[in-house]
C-alpha cells in the first residue's frame, strides 16, 4: 500500500545467503506489478516486473511471487552480495486504468560480509 | 540509449523563490510521470504527461505547482513561491507504451 512515513523495514542476510523481501499492495484491481532497487542518493531502478496472469516470474539472480489471493509479492534475490545492498520497493497500477505507479513502503536490505 | 535525464541533480532555494526542475525522457519515449519521495518513503506520484497534454495530475497540489511536456524540448516541473516543506527528491520516469516506466537520478531540493 502507500507509503505512511514510518521507518523502513529493515532485512539483513549474510553474504551469499538468500534474501526474501515482502511486499503487501493495495489495490485488488491491480494487474501490474514491479520490483524496484534504489539506492542512496539515486533514482529507482526497474529489476523485474510481473503481470497478474502469472505468479512467478525470474530474472537473473531474481524471482518475483505474487499471491493474488492474500494481494502478496515478494522478491527472491539468490546469492544475495554486497551491491544489492539498497531499499527496495513495490510498485502497482492498472494496466487499462491510471498510469501511475503507487509505491510501496519500501524495505532497507543491509548484506553483511 | 541514454537514460532517462534531469537537471539539476541538487537545487536549493530560499523560501518564496521559484523551482524548475527538468526533465528529458529515454529516446522514444513519449509518456513522462513526476513522482516526489520524501525521506524513508515511496515515491508518490503528481503528474503524468504526453506531449503538450497532460493526462492526470490528481498527485500535484492545487496551487504553486504547474507540469508541462512542450512538443520540443524537456518536461518542466515548476514549483512557485517554494516553501520548506516542498524539500524532496523529485523524479522523472518515462515510457514507451504507458507500462513499464524507467527513472531518472533526481532532482534534490532544498528550500532555506
Known amino acids: 500500500g502507500e507509503s505512511v512515513g514510518l521507518h523502513l523495514p529493515t532485512l539483513s542476510v549474510q553474504e551469499g545467503d538468500n534474501s526474501i523481501i515482502n511486499c503487501a499492495y493495495s489495490?485488488?484491481?491491480?494487474?501490474?506489478f514491479i520490483w524496484y532497487k534504489q539506492e542512496s542518493g539515486k533514482g529507482p531502478q526497474f529489476i523485474i516486473d510481473?503481470?497478474?496472469?502469472?505468479d512467478k516470474r525470474q530474472g537473473q539472480r531474481v524471482t518475483v511471487l505474487l499471491n493474488k489471493t492474500v494481494k502478496h509479492l515478494s522478491l527472491q534475490i539468490a546469492a544475495t552480495q554486497p551491491g544489492d545492498s539498497a531499499v527496495y520497493f513495490c510498485?502497482?497500477?492498472?494496466?487499462?486504468?491510471?498510469?501511475?505507479?503507487?509505491f510501496g513502503q519500501g524495505t532497507r536490505l543491509t548484506i553483511n560480509p | 540509449n541514454a537514460g532517462v535525464m534531469q537537471n539539476p541533480r541538487h537545487l536549493v532555494r530560499r523560501r518564496g523563490q521559484e523551482a524548475r526542475l527538468r526533465c528529458s525522457p529515454m529516446?522514444?519515449?513519449?509518456?513522462v510521470y513526476w513522482y516526489r519521495q520524501l525521506p524513508e518513503e515511496g515515491l508518490k506520484f503528481m503528474v503524468y504527461?504526453?506531449?503538450?497534454?497532460?493526462?492526470?495530475e490528481s498527485g500535484m497540489p492545487k496551487e504553486r505547482f504547474s507540469a508541462e511536456f512542450p512538443k520540443e524540448g524537456p518536461s518542466i516541473l515548476r514549483i512557485q513561491q517554494v516553501v520548506r516543506g516542498d524539500s524532496a527528491a523529485y523524479f522523472c520516469?518515462?515510457?514507451?507504451?504507458?507500462?513499464?516506466?524507467?527513472f531518472g537520478p533526481g532532482t534534490r531540493l532544498t528550500v532555506t
Open positions: 504527461l504526453q506531449k503538450e497534454n497532460i493526462i492526470d
Open positions: 510498485a502497482e497500477k492498472i494496466i487499462q486504468g491510471a498510469q501511475k505507479l503507487v
Open positions: 489495490n485488488s484491481a491491480s494487474d501490474y
Open positions: 520516469a518515462s515510457s514507451p507504451m504507458g507500462i513499464e516506466q524507467y
Open positions: 510481473i503481470r497478474s496472469n502469472m
Open positions: 529516446k522514444g519515449h513519449s509518456h
